[in-house]
């Protein structure tokens, strides 16, 4: 049973745009940190950008800090990333994940180890041609 549905991937030319959008189909988000993570062809997956529920503090990989941005809507069950000044070494299939976590007085931070991540969407593609 699919749990995070990706969209939004698609092919653009350097400097352009593109918004991802992650969909949590069978529970709610509210109460998970949520993270985006891509797998470049010959790499391995790499941490992209976190937030964390409740505060909605967020993280960002250096490579992307400036140009992506993570914003949720708990009432929509979406997380999304918003990608601005496009290169080609984003390219790369992009992958959102789900970290339970239920102390709302507590401080959520994104897990060191991808394995600690409760579910995982199935990936979307994005392509940036220079």
């Known amino acids: 049973q699919v749990q995070l549905v990706e969209s939004g991937g698609g092919s653009v030319q350097a400097g352009g745009s593109l918004s991802l959008t992650c969909e949590a189909r069978?529970?709610?988000?509210?109460?998970?940190?949520m993270g985006w993570f891509r797998r470049a062809p010959g790499k391995g997956r790499e941490a992209v950008a976190s937030i964390a529920p409740y505060d909605q503090t967020t993280y960002y990989s250096n490579s992307v800090k400036g140009r992506f941005t993570i914003p949720r809507d708990d009432a929509k069950n979406r997380v999304y990333l918003q990608m601005i000044n496009l290169k080609p070494g984003d390219t790369a299939v992009y992958y959102c994940?789900?970290?339970?976590?239920?102390?709302?007085?507590?401080?959520?931070?994104?897990?060191?180890?991808?394995?600690?991540?409760?579910?995982w969407g199935q990936g979307t593609q994005v392509t940036v041609s220079s």
């Open positions: 994940a789900a970290d339970y976590f239920h102390d709302s007085w507590g401080e959520w931070e994104p897990p060191s180890l991808e394995g600690e991540y409760d579910y």
């Open positions: 069978t529970f709610s988000l509210d109460e998970y940190g």
